[in-house]
């Protein structure tokens, strides 16, 4: 993590998120994050929130045999530290940065009157965490063939409607590689998905 010390990057930053503030918080800043880091973890919460700006983030839980399952992969606009300032229990979220990522960083304990007294902000922090639970709790129940897994998944959860990465739809779908490629040719084949580059799926109506 690195903090970026440039008043005017700061301010036009700022800018790009001030609707979602009624007012300015007295203490922001901006911190970069290298591919592969780890922006949060259970055995270390974030004590600030974290806006992402640039860049994108994997997000996955432990589960409770010690498993990693990839749940979503979030990029600008996704707000991080919802869960730890509402004090939700049984926040077991890892958060890794995928590629370089710049956020805005708005420290808890510096701002946290402002906040608690910001109903626009509160109402932005809300909308973030029923996402993460609803995303994190309907994945099993709602659908139940692998095909209609990667389906719901691509049309609802992911936001930019594409996997990324064949490995991580793997842990985010439970399945294995051969399962999952033999659903991904299937829907090739018809049109439903295309391929965009090595282990890069995107549905077809979103192109």
């Known amino acids: 993590m690195k903090e970026i ?17 009624q007012k300015r918080p007295p ?15 259970p055995l270390k919460p974030l004590t ?11 997000i996955y839980p432990l589960s409770p ?22 004090k939700v229990k049984g926040n077991a979220f890892y958060t890794e940065a995928t590629d370089e990522v710049l956020c805005l960083a708005i420290p808890f304990a510096q701002n946290q009157d402002v906040l608690e007294n ?4 509160l109402r932005f922090v809300l909308s ?21 897994k990667v389906l719901f998944y691509l049309r609802t959860i992911q936001s930019d409607h594409e996997f990324a990465s064949v490995n ?9 590689r051969r399962q999952l490629q033999r659903v991904l040719k299937k829907l090739c ?9 090595r282990g890069h799926y995107r549905l077809a109506s979103f192109l």
């Open 5 to 21: 010390r440039d008043p005017e990057k700061l301010e036009s930053v700022f800018a790009l998120q001030k609707d979602h503030f």
């Open 27 to 41: 203490l922001i800043r901006l911190l970069s994050f290298q591919k592969g880091e780890l922006l949060n973890h």
């Open 48 to 58: 600030q929130f974290l806006i992402l700006i640039e860049g994108s983030v994997c």
């Open 65 to 86: 045999d010690g498993a990693m399952r990839y749940l979503t992969r979030a990029s600008s606009g996704t707000l991080l530290g919802d869960m730890e300032f509402s």
């Open 118 to 121: 910001d109903p626009v902000f």
């Open 128 to 148: 973030q965490i029923a996402g993460k639970l609803s995303t994190s709790s309907t994945m099993d129940i709602v659908v139940q063939t692998l095909e209609e």
């Open 168 to 176: 991580e739809a793997m842990q985010t779908l439970n399945c294995s």
């Open 189 to 197: 084949d018809e049109g439903t998905l295309i391929k965009t580059g």
